[in-house]
């Protein structure tokens, strides 16, 4: 039974140049390697020819950037 709800993240791959895909890459490898409660836990990562899917913890209550903005803290 699942008991997390999930987010699949598509990422076009045309819409990238050798040095993006690279970053992309070394950030999907970060987040998969971080476990911490205050993080969004990367679950998996399925690439095709045209997109990279990215199956990532659902995280709800919107932007952090703009809570912070409108609050003028956290």
Do not use: W
Not at 47 to 54: C, G, K, W, Y
Not at 56 to 70: A, T
């Amino acid at each position: 039974m699942l008991t997390e709800l999930l987010l699949v993240l598509q990422v076009q791959n045309n819409k990238f140049n050798p040095t993006s895909t690279k970053q992309l890459e070394r950030e999907v490898a970060i987040l998969k390697a971080i476990r911490h409660p205050a993080c969004i836990a990367v679950e998996n990562v399925y690439e095709s020819p045209s997109a990279t899917f990215i199956v990532m913890e659902l995280v709800e209550g919107g932007e952090l950037f703009d809570r912070i903005v409108s609050h003028k803290r956290l």
